[in-house]
């Protein structure tokens, strides 16, 4: 056994029955979860926020290096202020850097430059990524491990909790996003990952009508 403190497994042994009804009730609920783009203004409690954030922060990651932070705004200068910039940059994105092939492919979602929601939503949650770690006083950087995949499933945790609360959300990336460091004031080591805008959506708030790839087109099975 190693050196490092063990601890015995919390774990509820369920029958083949109950472990395939539990995967399939989940599957129900988080096939109803959509992106939205239009969101009410209606207030969401800071409470809520702190807790689909400890949801988030019970992914796995490399090294158990938790290598993520997390900004909630609801203060309404610094969403002005990040709708500007990402604006700027999407208005770039989509009248200058983006190629056809990639507008052709967003056309589907109705997506444009306007970011309103950013100001209308009550919550921003930022997502970042941490390089390595850095310790109060201390110069040298902590090595961390698969950052983007740990990031990432963090952030699966984050819009699924966000969803089984009963709210909205959007992966939203504006591109290139650096902006989000300066404007929220964090240190050097960490790089924007995703913007998620938290709220309810918006009173007959529309969404494209997309449909999921079948369970045989994105699994193979080799038994
Ligand atoms: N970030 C831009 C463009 C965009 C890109 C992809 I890939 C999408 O799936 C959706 C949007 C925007 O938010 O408009």
Known sequence: MPDFPFVPLKFTHRSAAEVEQAARTFYAAMDTRRSVRDFSSEPV?????????LTAGSAPSGAH?????????????????????????EKENYERRFPDQWKDDLAPLGTDWHKEFIEIVPWLIVVFRKEYGLEEGRPEKIKHYYVSESVGIASGFLIAAIHRAGLVTLTHTPSPMGFLGRILGRPKNERPYLLLPVGYPAPGAKIPDLARKPVSEVLTFIE
């Open 45 to 53: 409690p800071r409470s809520v926020i702190e807790s689909l954030v």
């Open 65 to 89: 290096k938790q290598p993520w932070h997390f900004v909630a705004v609801s203060d309404p200068a610094t969403k002005r202020e990040v709708r500007i910039a990402a604006e700027a940059e």
